[in-house]
């Protein structure tokens, strides 16, 4: 199996799932992403409008 972060603790060594993982461990380099314009295109619809607006907020 292939070492996914040598530099980690070894119950961190081998976890794929970012989200399991402490902060520090994390590579600082990774791109943020595009956040939440990906759900814009979304928001010309009356009826989703309120629904989308709701999943912004939490």
Known sequence: MKVINPD????YKYE???R???R????PR?????GMVK???FK???KQ????EQYIQD
């Open 16 to 18: 794929t799932d970012y």
């Open 44 to 46: 010309t619809l009356p």
């Open 24 to 27: 520090e461990y994390l590579n």
């Open 8 to 11: 980690a603790p070894n119950e």
């Open 49 to 52: 409008y309120k629904q989308l």
């Open 39 to 41: 759900w814009q295109a």
């Open 30 to 34: 990774i791109r943020q992403g595009r």
């Open 20 to 22: 399991k993982k402490p």
